[in-house]
């Protein structure tokens, strides 16, 4: 069973920055595919970015490609969020999810989100 523990959100004004973290339990961490969700109230959830277990390879959504970027620390069992040039559209619950078996999902394990809300 894998556990995951997302933090770092919280509200920034329009064009402010924020990293997420996500640490997972487990001993084969850099096994682990890993991605970002999110979820704004009233629309589906949607893919945001994702990152292979040795972390060499990421995919992101086109709606943050070059603001958002995802890291993988192996040794702290922590995935990142980095965040930038945010906007009002941004704001969402961001959860992480963990594939133990592939780098791209699906995924079995997922955290319980954070939120995160920009202001205009």
């Known amino acids: 069973q894998v556990q995951l523990l997302e933090s770092g959100g919280g509200l920034v004004q329009a064009g402010g920055s924020l990293r997420l973290s996500c640490t997972a339990s487990?001993?084969?961490?850099?096994?682990?595919?890993m991605g970002w969700f999110r979820q704004a109230p009233g629309k589906a959830g949607e893919f945001v970015a994702a990152?292979?277990?040795?972390?060499?390879?990421?995919n992101y959504a086109d709606s943050v490609k070059g603001r958002f970027a995802i890291s993988k620390n192996n040794g702290k069992n922590t995935v990142y969020l980095q965040m930038n040039s945010l906007n009002p559209e941004d704001t969402a619950v961001y959860s992480c999810?963990?594939?133990?078996?592939?780098?791209?999902?699906?995924?079995?394990?997922w955290g319980q989100g954070t939120q995160v809300t920009v202001s205009s």
């Open positions: 999810a963990a594939s133990a078996s592939t780098d791209w999902g699906p995924y079995e394990y």
């Open positions: 487990g001993r084969t961490f850099s096994n682990y595919g």
């Open positions: 990152i292979s277990g040795s972390g060499s390879r990421t």
